[in-house]
């Protein structure tokens, strides 16, 4: 598929001018208060004090010099953004003037501009049955705008989703305390020990891009569902009353049992619909974070 430099371009100006938007009424200089603190990082060994705790004294230098030293810390002033996103092939669907994709792409954008308007670096891993592209964290517009150019403009080699994969990658990249934003439909299975895994160490919060179509099943007739990534084929009648309540019972369990397996391992959840205004979303989302 050819890429229009010229569209993709002009979508990231108007991206910025939105995110501008969004840092002024979200974040006015609480930003930091919505994640939970980076942590600390080694500042330097210094004479023990009475009262220090005991527990960060350096008994190494200690006993070279004969009399007790401690380790002394500071609170990490950087913090870092990793955004994992979905570039898999059910992300390219909806029902209205906006796919899950351009969803997905506006919120990327949004916590991309955030994180750099507070001098703060920013990674990302596109995936799909593979990790399509790594980009480590970096600070500055100009490495942002090149940044949300490859999330508009990538197209995947894989149709399908794995989400193990991408989570493993951000542990093995992401060596101090950070963010992790995932940003999909988590259509997918299989991934529930790297979760784990990755919010032990870091702030971790998972972005479901849904779509209306998901709640309700449209009131038609014959149709045929195909999965975009397995291409599997699915008759369907959208006029059985028994065939769309099962429709709608099957989401709302699956979007139920997700919250609940998140909650468990202290990642915040977001659902976002196609036919939601994302940045709205996104405000009420971390002012209600910053409640807690």
């Given at each position: 598929?050819?890429?229009?430099?010229q569209?993709?371009?002009?979508?990231?100006?108007?991206?910025?001018?939105?995110?501008?938007k969004?840092?002024?009424?979200?974040f006015?200089?609480?930003?930091?208060?919505v994640?939970?603190?980076?942590?600390?990082?080694?500042?330097?060994?210094?004479?023990?004090?009475?009262?220090?705790?005991?527990?960060?004294?350096d008994?190494?230098?200690?006993?070279?010099?004969?009399?007790?030293?401690?380790?002394?810390?500071?609170?990490?002033?950087e913090?870092?953004?990793?955004?994992?996103?979905?570039?898999?092939?059910?992300?390219?669907?909806?029902?209205?003037?906006q796919?899950?994709?351009?969803?997905?792409?506006?919120?990327?954008?949004?916590?991309?501009?955030?994180?750099v308007?507070?001098?703060?670096?920013?990674?990302?891993?596109?995936?799909?049955?593979?990790?399509?592209?790594?980009?480590?964290?970096?600070?500055?517009?100009?490495?942002?705008?090149?940044?949300?150019q490859?999330c508009?403009?990538?197209?995947?080699?894989?149709?399908?989703?794995?989400?193990?994969l991408?989570?493993r990658?951000?542990?093995?990249?992401m060596?101090?305390?950070?963010?992790v934003?995932?940003?999909s439909?988590?259509k997918?299975?299989?991934?529930?020990?790297?979760?784990?895994?990755?919010a032990?160490?870091?702030?971790?919060?998972?972005i479901r891009?849904?779509?209306?179509?998901?709640?309700?099943?449209?009131?038609?007739?014959?149709?045929?569902?195909?999965?975009?990534?397995?291409?599997?084929?699915?008759?369907?009648?959208?006029?059985?009353?028994?065939?769309?309540?099962?429709?709608?019972?099957?989401?709302?369990?699956?979007?139920?049992?997700?919250?609940?397996?998140?909650?468990?391992?202290r990642?915040?959840?977001?659902i976002?619909s196609?036919?939601?205004?994302p940045?709205?979303?996104?405000?009420?989302?971390?002012?209600?974070?910053?409640?807690?």
């Amino acid at each position: 598929m050819e890429i229009d430099s010229q569209s993709i371009l002009q979508r990231v100006k108007n991206l910025e001018l939105t995110s501008r938007k969004l840092v002024d009424s979200l974040f006015a200089g609480n930003y930091r208060s919505v994640f939970k603190g980076p942590g600390l990082e080694f500042n330097e060994v210094r004479g023990y004090v009475p009262g220090d705790d005991v527990r960060f004294l350096d008994w190494n230098v200690s006993s070279r010099m004969g009399s007790p030293y401690t380790k002394t810390y500071r609170e990490e002033r950087e913090m870092v953004l990793n955004l994992v996103l979905d570039l898999s092939a059910s992300l390219n669907s909806g029902s209205g003037k906006q796919s899950r994709r351009d969803v997905s792409a506006l919120i990327f954008s949004l916590l991309s501009y955030s994180a750099v308007a507070n001098n703060d670096r920013v990674g990302a891993i596109f995936f799909s049955d593979k990790v399509e592209s790594w980009v480590p964290p970096l600070k500055g517009k100009k490495h942002i705008s090149r940044l949300i150019q490859e999330c508009l403009s990538m197209s995947s080699s894989g149709k399908g989703t794995d989400l193990a994969l991408a989570l493993r990658t951000s542990i093995e990249t992401m060596k101090r305390r950070g963010i992790v934003v995932i940003i999909s439909d988590f259509k997918t299975t299989g991934y529930w020990r790297e979760l784990t895994l990755l919010a032990r160490k870091h702030d971790v919060i998972a972005i479901r891009i849904t779509d209306p179509i998901e709640e309700d099943f449209p009131p038609v007739g014959a149709v045929s569902l195909v999965d975009p990534e397995s291409g599997h084929s699915l008759f369907s009648w959208g006029r059985n009353r028994k065939f769309c309540k099962e429709y709608h019972d099957y989401w709302a369990l699956n979007t139920i049992n997700w919250q609940r397996e998140c909650r468990k391992r202290r990642v915040d959840t977001m659902i976002l619909s196609t036919a939601d205004d994302p940045a709205q979303k996104l405000i009420q989302f971390f002012e209600h974070r910053r409640s807690k």
